[in-house]
């Protein structure tokens, strides 16, 4: 091999010192660790569920939502801003196009008090019209959100013919993800009659309540 | 012209020992090979900043805040797409810049962008479409035609998938338990672009080192012609130089000997002049053996005055002095006079003289005196080699090309010519042979002076001769003779015109 063919095959500055040998590889090793700790950090952000929902057994007999009584009803409650709800709204217009009998659903946003209109135009608002058989509802100050004991948008709850929760969880497999997941896949079990793989599932999205809402009035129990 | 050279062909100096062509086809194939490494370096330095800007973009569009009820925040994706953006980008691109060109920086680069390939998946969901960044990115990376690089490309993809895979199975393979080894799966993909990647890598590496080959080749090829012009340069000012010295030296003698001449003809003149004095008195006082002496002596001095005077003529037109004095003059009455004077000379050996002429040969322009001479010589010539025989004289106008000419024929049935005495004929001092010389006498400076004359007007003598069947010559002078106003050195010809 020509000398200068060597030349270019040196690695950096090609001094040939091990003291800079060293350097170079400890940057390397710092670089890598730096991109490689970040990327992980945003997996677990991505993998990180939100509050889990304290949700009724029972279909609360105090919702001004009606349940079908002769099928299952469906329900998600979501953040009309949060943008990691488009994957879990995704996921809900799956689902339903995949079931065999499509059950009454609701997707309930909540209104913070004092929020203005804007917060029923927004974008995620025209995404659940758009998805056929579903009923949006637009809940003031998280009243029907404290009832289903929900904190995290996104979160999916299915009651039965009788009132009963059969699901709990959220239809996305992390934060703003598509795709398969075992969320979608146990309530489409259910619908379908079948035995579902769990009965619930972690959820992914955004706080419904503000940090300074007090616990007693937020929606978990 | 070194020094000019090395400029043309900085890589060679014409006083340095050139390198082999195997060594300078390595050194163009490096050239080449790094000078593309430099380039995508540079690709990738662009490339690094738009994609970091584009993550950025991208995070505050789709996900600008994350929500708390009434409470937003800036989004994690924004501050992950700016800052592990740029922890991902700013080290290969820095590298890029400042080290182009080094196996590490596009090392750092490949790696890099599977990282970049890794984040935008992330930000935008883990959307199946993102996962064409890191088969572009391969073919990019491919740019280097360093298939090594693709290794650590691939490295990364495997390993992501396989640590995921492990920690968080959903958010790649959409299943919460998965088996270990399915990273395998979708590295095996990755590998699958990798092996078309690596032959077309090898296959322009390949095509890379022919070019540097022959580059190489037709490098030599430029630095041997190169010497060559030289070494041609070099000979074509040594012959200069030689001619230039031989025509000085011609030129010296020819002076000398026209001098010489000069200063022989006339002590030579008076022994002419006082023998025949002398011998008018031997024959007033009745001697006769001193008159037979006294001829002898004349005779003698005749053929030495007419020796000097060839060589002075043939001096003087190899130095360039004998000077053309054209007139015109009629050629029928040029040739009456000129038989006048040689018939008797013809007739000595009992041969008979036959002149023949057209009616309309009209004016020749040319010098009389030479033209005189060209034929007294060659009648001379005829006279002398021809023993009862016949020799015959002819002029007639005819049109050589786009001239008219007078040609000029003497022909004899005299002992004629071998061709090896044809060829040294109109050379000076080359009789056929030294036995004509012994037997015929003469110089060997008339049919010499022939030629020159019949060159120094415009004109050609020929030659046509077979031993014992006699010899015809002919000449050919333009009608219009131009006095010539060089100064050429008239060689003879070494096959008879």
């Given at each position: 091999?020509?000398?200068?063919?060597?030349?270019?095959?040196?690695?950096?500055?090609g001094?040939?010192?091990?003291?800079?040998?060293?350097?170079?590889?400890?940057?390397?090793?710092?670089?890598?660790?730096s991109?490689?700790?970040?990327?992980?950090?945003?997996?677990?952000?991505?993998?990180?569920?939100g509050?889990?929902?304290?949700?009724?057994?029972?279909?609360?007999?105090?919702?001004?939502?009606?349940?079908?009584?002769?099928?299952?009803?469906?329900v998600m409650?979501?953040?009309?801003?949060?943008?990691?709800?488009?994957?879990?709204?995704?996921?809900l217009?799956?689902?339903?196009?995949?079931?065999?009998?499509?059950?009454?659903?609701?997707?309930?946003?909540?209104?913070?008090?004092?929020?203005?209109?804007?917060?029923?135009?927004?974008?995620?608002?025209?995404?659940?019209?758009?998805?056929?058989?579903?009923?949006?509802?637009?809940?003031?100050?998280?009243?029907?959100?404290?009832r289903?004991?929900?904190?995290?948008s996104g979160?999916t709850?299915?009651?039965?013919?009788?009132?009963r929760?059969?699901?709990?969880?959220?239809?996305?497999?992390a934060?703003?993800?598509?795709?398969?997941?075992?969320?979608?896949?146990s309530?489409?079990?259910?619908?379908?009659?079948?035995?579902?793989?769990q009965?619930?599932?972690?959820?992914?999205?955004?706080?419904?309540?503000s940090?300074?809402?007090?616990?007693?009035d937020?929606?978990?129990? | 012209?070194?020094?000019?050279?090395?400029?043309?062909?900085?890589?060679?100096?014409?006083?340095?020992?050139?390198?082999?062509?195997?060594?300078?086809?390595?050194?163009?194939?490096q050239?080449?090979?790094?000078?593309?490494y430099?380039?995508?370096?540079?690709?990738?330095?662009?490339?690094?900043g738009?994609?970091?800007?584009?993550a950025?973009?991208?995070?505050l569009?789709?996900?600008?805040?994350?929500?708390?009820?009434?409470?937003?925040q800036?989004h994690?994706?924004?501050?992950?797409?700016?800052?592990?953006?740029?922890?991902?980008?700013?080290?290969?691109?820095?590298?890029?810049?400042?080290?182009?060109?080094?196996?590490?920086?596009?090392?750092?680069?490949?790696?890099?962008?599977?990282?970049?390939?890794?984040?935008?998946?992330?930000?935008?969901?883990?959307?199946?479409?993102?996962?064409?960044?890191?088969?572009?990115?391969?073919?990019?990376?491919?740019?280097?035609?360093?298939?090594?690089?693709?290794?650590?490309?691939?490295?990364?993809?495997?390993?992501?998938?396989?640590?995921?895979?492990?920690?968080?199975?959903?958010?790649?393979?959409?299943?919460?338990?998965?088996?270990?080894?399915?990273w395998?799966?979708?590295?095996?993909?990755?590998?699958?672009?990798?092996?078309?990647?690596?032959?077309?890598?090898?296959?322009?590496t390949?095509?890379?080192?022919?070019?540097?080959?022959?580059?190489?080749?037709?490098?030599?090829?430029?630095?041997?012609?190169?010497?060559?012009?030289?070494?041609?340069?070099?000979?074509?000012?040594?012959?200069?130089?030689?001619?230039?010295?031989?025509e000085?030296?011609?030129?010296?003698?020819?002076?000398?000997?026209?001098?010489?001449?000069?200063?022989?003809?006339?002590?030579?003149?008076?022994?002419t002049?006082?023998?025949?004095?002398?011998?008018?008195?031997?024959?007033?006082?009745?001697?006769?053996?001193?008159?037979?002496?006294?001829?002898?002596i004349q005779?003698?001095?005749?053929?030495?005055?007419?020796?000097?005077?060839?060589?002075?003529?043939?001096?003087?037109?190899?130095?360039?002095?004998?000077?053309?004095?054209?007139?015109?003059?009629?050629?029928?009455a040029?040739?009456?006079?000129?038989?006048?004077?040689?018939?008797?000379?013809?007739?000595?050996?009992?041969?008979?003289?036959n002149?023949?002429?057209?009616?309309?040969?009209?004016?020749?322009?040319?010098?009389?005196?030479?033209?005189?001479?060209?034929?007294?010589?060659?009648?001379?010539?005829?006279?002398?080699?021809?023993?009862?025989?016949?020799?015959t004289?002819?002029?007639?106008?005819?049109?050589?090309?786009?001239?008219?000419?007078i040609?000029?024929?003497?022909?004899d049935?005299?002992?004629?010519?071998?061709?090896?005495?044809?060829?040294r004929?109109?050379?000076?001092?080359?009789?056929?042979?030294?036995?004509?010389?012994r037997?015929?006498?003469?110089?060997?400076?008339?049919?010499?002076?022939?030629?020159?004359?019949?060159?120094?007007?415009?004109?050609?003598?020929?030659?046509?001769?077979?031993?014992?069947?006699?010899?015809?010559?002919?000449?050919?002078?333009?009608?219009?003779?131009?006095?010539?106003?060089?100064?050429a050195?008239?060689?003879?010809?070494?096959?008879?015109?």
């Open positions: 091999m020509p000398a200068d063919s060597r030349r270019h095959r040196r690695w950096l500055g001094s040939g010192s091990s003291v800079r040998s060293v350097m170079w590889a400890g940057l390397a090793i710092l670089w890598l660790g991109a490689g700790t970040g990327l992980v950090l945003l997996m677990a952000y991505d993998n990180t569920p509050l889990g929902a304290d949700a009724p057994a029972d279909w609360p007999a105090d919702s001004t939502l009606v349940r079908d009584a002769a099928a299952p009803t469906l409650l979501a953040h009309p801003r949060c943008d990691c709800t488009r994957a879990s709204l995704g996921e217009a799956e689902l339903l196009a995949r079931v065999h009998h499509r059950p009454r659903t609701y997707v309930v946003f909540i209104k913070p008090a004092g929020s203005d209109g804007s917060w029923e135009n927004t974008g995620l608002s025209d995404q659940a019209r758009a998805i056929p058989g579903v009923t949006v509802v637009y809940d003031d100050n998280g009243v029907e959100a404290r289903f004991g929900v904190a995290t979160q709850l299915l009651y039965d013919a009788r009132g929760l059969v699901y709990s969880g959220g239809t996305t497999g934060r703003g993800k598509g795709g398969d997941n075992i969320g979608r896949a309530v489409v079990a259910l619908l379908d009659g079948e035995r579902p793989a009965s619930t599932q972690p959820v992914f999205g955004c706080s419904l309540f940090p300074t809402t007090p616990p007693d937020r929606g978990t129990r | 012209m070194a020094t000019r050279l090395s400029g043309i062909m900085p890589s060679y100096s014409m006083t340095s020992r050139p390198e082999s062509v195997d060594d300078r086809a390595d050194a163009v194939f050239s080449h090979q790094v000078a593309i430099k380039q995508t370096d540079r690709i990738f330095a662009y490339l690094m738009a994609q970091w800007l584009a950025i973009v991208f995070a569009v789709v996900a600008p805040k994350t929500w708390a009820g009434a409470d937003s800036v994690t994706h924004v501050w992950a797409a700016v800052f592990l953006g740029g922890i991902i980008s700013v080290v290969p691109t820095a590298l890029a810049l400042r080290h182009p060109g080094e196996t590490a920086t596009r090392y750092t680069i490949a790696v890099a962008q599977m990282l970049m390939s890794a984040l935008l998946i992330h930000l935008t969901g883990g959307r199946i479409e993102t996962h064409f960044h890191v088969f572009g990115s391969l073919a990019i990376l491919a740019f280097y035609r360093d298939w090594r690089v693709l290794i650590p490309a691939t490295a990364v993809v495997a390993a992501d998938h396989a640590l995921r895979g492990l920690f968080w199975p959903q958010s790649v393979y959409g299943v919460f338990v998965a088996s270990e080894w399915r395998l799966e979708h590295a095996a993909w990755v590998v699958f672009e990798d092996v078309f990647l690596v032959i077309a890598c090898v296959r322009g390949s095509e890379l080192r022919e070019i540097a080959v022959r580059t190489a080749i037709l490098e030599q090829a430029n630095r041997d012609s190169a010497r060559h012009a030289i070494e041609q340069s070099e000979l074509i000012a040594r012959l200069r130089l030689t001619q230039t010295q031989v000085a030296a011609t030129r010296a003698k020819s002076e000398f000997v026209a001098n010489m001449s000069h200063e022989l003809r006339t002590p030579l003149n008076a022994i002049l006082y023998s025949e004095l002398l011998q008018e008195v031997a024959l007033e006082d009745n001697r006769p053996d001193d008159v037979a002496d006294l001829g002898k005779m003698a001095s005749k053929h030495l005055l007419g020796l000097i005077n060839g060589i002075l003529d043939l001096s003087k037109i190899e130095a360039g002095k004998m000077e053309l004095h054209v007139e015109a003059f009629d050629v029928r040029m040739i009456e006079e000129l038989i006048g004077t040689i018939g008797a000379v013809v007739r000595n050996n009992r041969n008979t003289l002149v023949t002429y057209e009616n309309d040969l009209g004016v020749l322009h040319a010098d009389l005196t030479k033209t005189r001479q060209i034929l007294f010589n060659l009648l001379s010539n005829a006279a002398k080699f021809t023993t009862e025989g016949s020799v004289v002819s002029a007639r106008r005819r049109t050589v090309g786009d001239r008219d000419c040609e000029f024929v003497v022909a049935t005299g002992i004629g010519l071998t061709d090896e005495q044809q060829r004929l109109f050379r000076p001092f080359a009789q056929g042979d030294t036995s004509i010389s037997k015929y006498g003469g110089t060997g400076l008339g049919l010499a002076l022939v030629w020159r004359f019949c060159q120094l007007m415009g004109g050609e003598v020929a030659v046509k001769s077979a031993p014992g069947s006699g010899a015809t010559f002919t000449v050919r002078l333009p009608v219009m003779v131009v006095a010539r106003t060089d100064s050195i008239f060689t003879a010809p070494v096959v008879a015109a």
